[in-house]
């Protein structure tokens, strides 16, 4: 979904990872938060 996700962390094991947003651009922004040491 487009907008900005604030808070939003996640974990993932691909290369080259691709995020479109819907309708927009997609923001994401850890705001300090962080899984496994990691912002995304």
């Known amino acids: 979904m ?3 996700h604030s808070g939003d ?3 993932g ?3 080259n990872l691709l995020i ?3 309708g ?3 923001y ?3 705001d ?3 899984a496994q ?3 995304l």
């Open 2 to 4: 487009a907008g900005i």
């Open 20 to 22: 479109r947003g819907v």
């Open 37 to 39: 040491g990691n912002g």
């Open 13 to 15: 094991d691909k290369n």
């Open 28 to 30: 994401r922004r850890a």
């Open 24 to 26: 927009g651009y997609a």
């Open 32 to 34: 300090g938060k962080h």
């Open 9 to 11: 962390v996640g974990l």
